[in-house]
């Protein structure tokens, strides 16, 4: 809503309210805005949550209520939606003592459901907040932001951008840390739970990339229901949970992130989701898939395709001769993505094996390793029945080639304190991170990277961003302390732009592993590499069973590869390691030319395993049937199974430890107690037909009677009337 806009509304409305009479019930599909003017107030609705709004007696905005239709609606109205911290002092947003007055509301359709749009002035300050809430249509989750603008020649410091302030019941909060959480404190992608006791807060969040330390995302069970929630953003955040005697409130935001609204700099602060569901692990798997395909995708689905990456098996030594070698061997295996990592451009592949920073940033192949160029390696993995992947990463240079012609400039640098990386003198750094708040930088960019794409035609990009370091250099559009803040920004302009002008491209997001894990980068992102500690099994497992209770499945990616621990060449058991990264998208590092024949008809027949499973895995969500398996040495079994959210069936992948038991009961999670299912083994073929509710209760058996002790079970829902057979065993 543009100022001019607002002044003519003020001079229409008197007290404000008058407003909530002219806008009436605003469906679209299965998702409207009731408006009730006695009340003050708005209720967001789907078949699946109701959240109400309002207008408390003095001015401030509140969530009131929150429910579904299997769920006790939550009362929320003891505290403020959300504030803002102008020029250093928290302000409910509304609050007519601070100055706010309301304007007014606007319903419009979004692409998957319909928007509310709030908005309030602070005449005093020159500014203008507008609070928008999203309802999609089919799942149990409202989106919610704030816009701040301000008039021509006024100006004001927000801080400490708050996503929303809730008041709720007292339960136990569980989250997920990060991947640089230390082993002694769990290790990366684990399942935390904490129950705050009066007097105690919890905090949570990420200093640098969104989830260094923990996933930007939370739960609350109350014992009666789950709520959850998070914040679509890649950059550092926090939540605080604060307990009272009576209620918990969540806070969350970005911390501290100084920023300066003007007329021609406005602020939209990052989106933030929050949903309810009744009390299940099941439940909120699948209130999450359901809400990121279609709130956040908006109905782009996941592809999951097999994927060769070079970079375990050859580092930077690679050419075009054994390119070409190995696009043969993994066609024959059936991968059907082959993508050429780093090192592939002008000085790489000169340092050590793994050094991919030297040459990073010249934007050109090295035409003595790859003397037809990159685009010959795209057509010939066209022609044996691949896609072609490529390497990048555009926000980091080496800073030999800073100020060569065409290519990175001094002053486009990030700094934080004089220093391009804060460990490292000047003399000693190496490489450079572009700060993409310069709105140059950003046009160089996207400059490079469409010269690239365009001569190259990659089927795949995988971006990458290895260091990260908050720029408080001046001349960057930023301040001293929203460098964060405007990187974020920058980040997605850029790749709105590559989506626009490549909508096909499948993009891979990666951060020296999965240090920008997070509900933004899935709305320009493909497939998510989860951690270069790809290697034991056992740590794939643990990652999987972590991230897939709240992201899909078919979006987290692990290779097949060994290590000393667990070495693929001549592996006990090759299809443990295959079918640990299944649950997932399936992709494969090691040099084929190595493995014997035996091992190579092996990983074909797993990867054909994995191809006919992939539909279930593409649409759906998973449910933990035992405990997440620890990082450490396992004794037990662990299993997890992955739902379909169209048909109803199901895969349950479980694991055996060398120490494990002979033989464990799974239990499927989430079945139609009426319907029957026909449930079958990868290796032993068809085991029975049995209901729903027997398959919950009595489980299925499973003992050391195949080949490896990795397991997958195909539950598949049979028609209505299909006759029950031997109990499944």
Same mark, same amino acid.
């Given at each position: 809503?543009?100022?001019?806009?607002?002044? +003519?509304?003020?001079?229409?409305?008197?007290?404000?309210?008058?407003?909530?009479?002219?806008?009436?019930?605003?469906?679209?599909?299965?998702?409207?805005?009731?408006?009730?003017?006695?009340?003050?107030?708005?209720?967001?609705?789907?078949?699946?949550?109701? !959240?109400?709004?309002?207008?408390?007696?003095?001015?401030?905005?509140?969530?009131?209520?929150?429910?579904?239709?299997?769920?006790?609606?939550?009362?929320?109205?003891?505290?403020?939606?959300?504030?803002?911290?102008?020029?250093?002092?928290?302000?409910?947003?509304? !609050?007519?003592?601070?100055?706010?007055?309301?304007?007014?509301?606007?319903?419009?359709?979004?692409?998957?459901?319909?928007?509310?749009?709030?908005?309030?002035?602070?005449?005093?300050?020159?500014?203008?907040?507008?609070?928008?809430?999203?309802?999609?249509?089919?799942?149990?989750?409202?989106?919610?932001?704030?816009?701040?603008?301000?008039?021509?020649?006024?100006?004001?410091?927000?801080?400490?951008?708050?996503?929303?302030?809730?008041?709720?019941?007292?339960?136990?909060?569980?989250?997920?840390?990060?991947?640089?959480?230390?082993?002694?404190?769990?290790?990366?992608?684990?399942?935390?739970?904490?129950?705050?006791?009066?007097?105690?807060?919890?905090?949570?969040?990420?200093?640098?990339?969104?989830?260094?330390?923990?996933?930007?995302?939370?739960?609350?069970?109350?014992?009666?229901?789950?709520?959850?929630?998070?914040?679509?953003?890649?950059?550092?955040?926090?939540?605080?949970?604060?307990?009272?005697?009576?209620?918990?409130?969540?806070?969350?935001?970005?911390?501290?992130?100084?920023?300066?609204?003007?007329?021609?700099?406005?602020?939209?602060?990052?989106?933030?989701?929050?949903?309810?569901?009744?009390? $299940?692990?099941?439940?909120?798997?699948?209130?999450?898939?359901?809400?990121?395909?279609?709130?956040?995708?908006?109905?782009?689905?996941?592809?999951?395709?097999?994927?060769?990456?070079?970079?375990?098996?050859?580092?930077?030594?690679?050419?075009?001769?054994?390119?070409?070698?190995?696009?043969?061997?993994?066609?024959?295996?059936?991968?059907?993505?082959?993508?050429?990592?780093?090192?592939?451009?002008?000085?790489?592949?000169?340092?050590?094996?793994?050094?991919?920073?030297?040459?990073?940033?010249?934007?050109?192949?090295?035409?003595?390793?790859?003397?037809?160029? !990159?685009?010959?390696?795209?057509?010939?993995?066209?022609?044996?029945?691949?896609?072609?992947?490529?390497?990048?990463?555009?926000?980091?240079?080496?800073?030999?080639?800073?100020?060569?012609?065409?290519?990175?400039?001094?002053?486009?640098?990030?700094?934080?304190?004089?220093?391009?990386?804060?460990?490292?003198?000047?003399?000693?750094?190496?490489?450079?991170?572009?700060?993409?708040?310069?709105?140059?930088?950003?046009?160089?960019?996207?400059?490079?990277?469409?010269?690239?794409?365009?001569?190259?035609?990659?089927?795949?990009?995988?971006?990458?961003?290895?260091?990260?370091?908050?720029?408080?250099?001046?001349?960057?559009?930023?301040?001293?302390?929203?460098?964060?803040?405007?990187?974020?920004?920058?980040?997605?302009?850029?790749?709105?732009?590559?989506?626009?002008?490549?909508?096909?491209?499948?993009?891979?997001?990666?951060?020296?592993?999965?240090?920008?894990?997070?509900?933004?980068?899935?709305?320009?992102?493909?497939? +998510?590499?989860?951690?270069?500690?790809?290697?034991?099994?056992?740590?794939?497992?643990?990652?999987?069973?972590?991230?897939?209770?709240?992201?899909?499945?078919?979006?987290?990616?692990?290779?097949?590869?060994?290590?000393?621990?667990?070495?693929?060449?001549?592996? $006990?058991?090759?299809?443990?390691?295959?079918?640990?990264?299944?649950? #997932?998208?399936?992709?494969?590092?090691?040099?084929?030319?190595?493995?014997?024949?035996?091992?190579?008809?092996?990983?074909?027949?797993?990867?054909?395993?994995?191809?006919?499973?992939?539909?279930?895995?593409?649409?759906?969500?998973?449910?933990?049937?035992?405990?997440?398996?620890?990082?450490?040495?396992?004794?037990?079994?662990?299993?997890?199974?992955?739902?379909?959210?169209?048909?109803?069936?199901?895969?349950?992948?479980?694991?055996?430890?060398?120490? +494990?038991?002979?033989?464990?009961?799974?239990?499927?999670?989430?079945?139609?107690?009426?319907?029957?299912?026909?449930?079958?083994?990868?290796?032993?073929?068809?085991?029975?037909?049995?209901? #729903?509710?027997? !398959?919950?209760?009595?489980?299925?058996?499973?003992?050391?009677?195949?080949?490896?002790?990795?397991?997958?079970?195909?539950?598949?829902?049979?028609?209505?009337?299909?006759?029950?057979?031997?109990?499944?065993?």
């Amino acid at each position: 809503m543009s100022l001019g806009i607002v002044l +003519a509304l003020l001079a229409l409305i008197v007290g404000g309210r008058s407003a909530l009479a002219q806008s009436p019930s605003s469906p679209t599909g299965q998702a409207s805005v009731i408006v009730d003017a006695s009340r003050s107030s708005w209720t967001m609705r789907n078949d699946h949550v109701s !959240l109400t709004i309002g207008l408390g007696a003095d001015g401030a905005l509140r969530m009131l209520s929150l429910g579904s239709p299997a769920t006790t609606a939550v009362k929320l109205d003891t505290g403020a939606d959300t504030f803002l911290t102008i020029d250093g002092q928290p302000v409910p947003l509304g !609050l007519r003592q601070a100055g706010f007055t309301f304007i007014g509301q606007t319903t419009s359709d979004h692409p998957s459901g319909v928007e509310l749009a709030l908005t309030f002035s602070l005449g005093a300050r020159g500014l203008v907040a507008t609070r928008h809430y999203v309802v999609h249509s089919t799942s149990p989750v409202v989106e919610v932001w704030t816009t701040v603008t301000a008039a021509d020649g006024q100006s004001a410091q927000l801080s400490n951008l708050n996503a929303y302030d809730l008041t709720l019941p007292p339960g136990t909060v569980s989250w997920i840390t990060g991947l640089q959480i230390a082993e002694a404190d769990g290790g990366p992608f684990t399942s935390r739970r904490q129950q705050p006791q009066p007097g105690e807060i919890l905090r949570i969040g990420a200093a640098g990339r969104s989830s260094e330390t923990a996933i930007p995302w939370w739960s609350l069970d109350t014992g009666s229901l789950q709520l959850f929630g998070g914040l679509m953003w890649s950059g550092a955040w926090s939540v605080e949970f604060a307990r009272d005697q009576g209620t918990l409130r969540a806070s969350l935001g970005l911390p501290d992130s100084p920023t300066e609204v003007r007329s021609d700099v406005p602020l939209e602060m990052p989106h933030a989701f929050l949903g309810v569901t009744q009390n $299940d692990a099941f439940a909120v798997s699948a209130a999450m898939q359901a809400f990121i395909l279609e709130g956040i995708r908006h109905g782009r689905p996941f592809e999951s395709p097999v994927v060769y990456n070079t970079w375990f098996s050859y580092g930077t030594r690679t050419d075009e001769e054994q390119i070409r070698d190995e696009m043969e061997r993994v066609a024959a295996l059936g991968v059907e993505v082959f993508v050429l990592d780093a090192g592939w451009y002008l000085g790489g592949g000169r340092g050590a094996f793994f050094d991919f920073e030297e040459g990073l940033g010249s934007w050109q192949a090295d035409a003595s390793r790859f003397p037809k160029g !990159l685009a010959s390696l795209t057509d010939y993995a066209h022609s044996l029945g691949m896609r072609f992947g490529l390497w990048v990463e555009p926000e980091r240079t080496s800073l030999s080639w800073v100020n060569q012609p065409g290519l990175a400039r001094d002053d486009w640098l990030v700094t934080s304190g004089g220093r391009y990386d804060p460990g490292l003198s000047n003399e000693e750094a190496k490489v450079g991170q572009l700060c993409l708040a310069d709105g140059r930088v950003r046009g160089w960019m996207l400059e490079r990277l469409y010269a690239l794409i365009d001569g190259v035609r990659p089927d795949y990009l995988k971006w990458d961003n290895n260091r990260w370091f908050n720029c408080d250099r001046s001349g960057h559009g930023h301040g001293q302390g929203d460098g964060n803040l405007r990187q974020v920004e920058g980040l997605y302009a850029v790749l709105d732009q590559l989506r626009l002008r490549y909508p096909q491209m499948l993009i891979e997001n990666v951060s020296g592993g999965g240090n920008r894990l997070d509900f933004a980068m899935l709305r320009y992102s493909d497939v +998510a590499w989860m951690d270069d500690r790809s290697a034991p099994s056992l740590f794939v497992r643990h990652n999987l069973q972590g991230l897939g209770t709240v992201f899909p499945p078919a979006h987290l990616f692990a290779f097949i590869m060994g290590n000393a621990s667990e070495p693929l060449l001549r592996a $006990d058991d090759l299809s443990m390691l295959a079918r640990s990264r299944m649950p #997932g998208v399936l992709g494969l590092s090691v040099k084929t030319r190595e493995l014997v024949k035996d091992e190579l008809e092996l990983l074909a027949r797993e990867i054909a395993h994995y191809k006919r499973l992939r539909p279930i895995l593409q649409e759906g969500s998973v449910t933990l049937l035992t405990a997440q398996v620890p990082r450490s040495a396992s004794v037990d079994w662990d299993a997890l199974q992955v739902t379909s959210a169209t048909t109803g069936d199901a895969i349950v992948f479980a694991f055996a430890a060398p120490e +494990a038991p002979d033989r464990t009961t799974v239990r499927p999670q989430g079945l139609d107690p009426a319907a029957t299912y026909r449930v079958e083994s990868i290796d032993l073929g068809p085991l029975g037909v049995a209901t #729903g509710a027997d !398959l919950m209760s009595g489980g299925i058996e499973l003992n050391d009677a195949t080949a490896s002790d990795a397991h997958i079970l195909v539950i598949a829902r049979q028609p209505a009337g299909s006759a029950v057979g031997a109990p499944v065993r």
